[in-house]
C-alpha cells in the first residue's frame, strides 16, 4: 500500500529561507518519491487561533499558496488544499474533541506555555488564552486523521501533537471501531537537518529571531540586504578566514554541492574577503531561486490561477474526506432514521446497562450521591456530605471494595431494594472496570 505523507503550514507571515531549506524543499522531493501519495496544505483554521488580522491572514495564505507552487509543487501528484476548503476537516474535529480528555490538553506544550508565562507575570492563568489555542492539537489530528496519513513531517516542536493525535485516535477506534480500525496512527517524522539553517546571527532562523532571510519576498535586493548582514568576524581581506561554525558558511552548504562546499572553504582558508563570499553565497542561492522567484511573481499576478488550482486540490481531498466522514458519523450513532434494530429500551452495549453512581448537589448546599441500576431505579442514596471530596471518597470506595466497603457506609438503600441487589450491582460495577 502506499504510504500517505501529510503536512501543513499555518499561514500567518511568510517563508524564509529556513523554511525553503527545511520544509519546502525536502516535502517536495518527498513528494517524488514512488510509492508515497503527499497531502500538502495551508492550515489556515490553525492561522486564526494566532492571528486576528483578516489582511494578513488573506495575504499570508495567498503567498505560501504562490510559494510551494513556485518551488515546483507538482499538484497532479500532491493533494494540495486549503483546511478551510474542507468542511469535513472541523466536523471531524468535533467527533475527536468529544473523545479527548480535558486533562489531556491541560498538558500540551502551546498551552502550557502560555500559563506559564501568565503566572509568572502575576495574571490569571488562562489570561489570553482562547478555545481555540485550547484545543489547537485536535484541529491537528483531525487534520491527519481526516486522510489517515502515515508519516506526519514536522519540526520537534509538534512531535507532541503527532502522540495527542495517535492517542485520540486509539480512543476513537476502541470507543467505535468494533474490532474495526478507523484510524492510522500517525508517525511523527523529524528531520533533524530540518532545524539547522542558521539565521543572520547563528542561531536557528527564525522570524521571531528577526534574523532571517526572505524567500521571495523583496525581490532579489531584500536577498543581497539580508546576506550583508550576516554576522562575520572582522578578519581582513586576505587574512585566512575559518569556515566551520561561520553561519555564512552554513547556509551556503544548504545550496552547494560537495565540491563547491569544499571550494567555499578553501577560498576562505586562502583569504577570501568576507565582502566577496557574500557575493559569491548570493549569486549560489540566487541561481536556484531566482527562477523561483520569477514564476511566484507571475501567480501572485495572477491568484485567481492559484485559486482554480487550490479549488481541484479541495474537491480531491473532499472525495477522500466526505466518504470517511460518512462512516464516522455512522459509527458514532449519527445515522439517517430507520425503525431501531433493538426497541428503544434495552440497550445494546453491556456499558449502557451498567449500574451508575451519581454525584450532584442539592439546594441544602450539600453533597450527595446515589447507584442507579441501569434501568434507572435508585439503589444507594446517601447522606449528605459538607464537601463534595468526601462524597466522591465513599463513591471510589465502594467502586473499588464492592460490598465490602457497604457496612460502614453512610448509605441508605433505594426503596423496596434489597441488599443484595445492591452487592451485585457495585461486583458487575467492579468487574466492569477490571
Ligand atoms: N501545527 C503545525 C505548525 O505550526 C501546522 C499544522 C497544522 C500541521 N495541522 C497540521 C502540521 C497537520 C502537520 C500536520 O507547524
Known amino acids: 500500500m502506499h504510504q500517505r505523507v501529510l503536512t501543513g503550514i499555518t499561514t500567518t507571515g511568510t517563508l524564509h529561507l529556513g523554511n525553503f531549506v527545511g520544509a519546502i524543499r525536502p516535502a517536495i522531493a518527498a ?13 489556515d483554521y490553525h492561522a486564526l487561533i494566532k492571528c486576528d488580522d483578516p489582511d494578513r491572514i488573506e495575504r499570508s ?3 505560501i499558496a504562490a510559494t510551494w507552487l513556485a518551488a515546483g509543487l507538482d499538484t497532479e501528484r500532491v493533494v494540495f488544499y486549503r483546511q478551510s476548503d474542507i468542511p469535513e476537516i472541523p466536523e471531524l474535529c468535533w467527533l475527536l474533541t468529544c473523545v479527548t480528555s480535558k486533562g489531556q490538553m491541560n498538558r500540551a506544550h502551546a498551552y502550557k506555555a502560555s500559563v506559564d508565562a501568565n503566572n509568572a507575570a502575576g495574571e490569571d492563568p488562562d489570561a489570553g488564552v482562547t ?12 487534520d491527519i486523521l481526516m486522510f489517515n496519513a502515515h508519516r506526519v513531517p514536522v519540526g520537534k516542536d509538534q512531535i507532541q501533537h503527532i502522540e495527542m493525535a495517535r492517542d485520540v485516535a486509539t480512543r476513537f477506534n476502541h470507543l467505535f471501531g468494533r474490532g474495526e480500525d478507523f484510524f492510522v496512527l500517525p508517525e511523527a517524522q523529524v528531520d533533524e537537518t530540518m532545524e539547522l539553517l542558521p539565521g543572520l546571527d547563528g542561531r536557528k532562523m527564525s522570524k521571531s529571531y528577526d534574523n532571517v532571510v ?18 562575520t568576524d572582522s578578519k581582513l581581506p586576505g587574512e585566512p578566514k575559518e569556515p566551520e561554525g561561520t553561519p555564512l ?44 522567484r520569477a514564476r511566484y511573481e507571475a501567480l501572485m499576478a495572477h491568484p485567481e490561477e492559484i485559486e482554480a488550482i487550490l479549488q481541484k486540490g479541495a474537491a480531491r481531498a473532499r472525495a477522500l474526506a466526505g466518504p ?3 462512516r464516522l458519523r455512522q459509527a458514532v450513532g449519527l445515522r439517517p432514521f ?14 449502557a446497562a451498567l449500574p451508575v453512581f451519581k454525584q450532584y448537589r442539592e439546594a441544602d448546599g450539600q453533597f450527595y450521591f446515589k447507584l442507579s441500576s441501569h434501568d434507572g431505579r435508585v439503589l444507594l442514596q446517601s447522606q449528605g456530605f459538607a464537601g463534595g471530596r468526601e462524597a466522591g471518597e465513599w ?38 472496570d477490571s
Open 31 to 43: 513528494s517524488r518519491e514512488p510509492g508515497v501519495d503527499s497531502f500538502f496544505f495551508m492550515a
Open 61 to 63: 495564505r495567498l503567498q
Open 131 to 142: 478555545m481555540g489555542l485550547y484545543c489547537y492539537p485536535i484541529l491537528m489530528a483531525a
Open 214 to 231: 526572505p524567500l521571495f519576498e523583496g525581490g532579489e535586493k531584500a536577498l543581497r540586504e539580508a546576506i550583508a548582514r550576516i554576522v
Open 249 to 292: 558558511v552554513a547556509i551556503y552548504d544548504a545550496f552547494a554541492t560537495a565540491e563547491e562546499r569544499a571550494a567555499f572553504r578553501a577560498a576562505l582558508r586562502g583569504g577570501l574577503a568576507w565582502g566577496e563570499a557574500k557575493q559569491q553565497l548570493f549569486e549560489q542561492i540566487n541561481r536556484q531561486i531566482g527562477p523561483m
Open 324 to 326: 470517511t466522514l460518512a
Open 338 to 351: 430507520q425503525a431501531l434494530a433493538t426497541p428503544a429500551t434495552t440497550q445494546t452495549k453491556a456499558k
Open 395 to 432: 463513591v471510589k470506595r465502594l467502586k473499588l471494595e464492592g460490598a465490602a466497603a457497604l457496612a460502614g457506609a453512610p448509605v441508605a438503600l433505594g426503596e423496596g431494594v434489597q441488599a443484595d441487589e445492591v452487592g451485585q450491582a457495585l461486583t458487575t460495577l467492579q468487574q466492569a
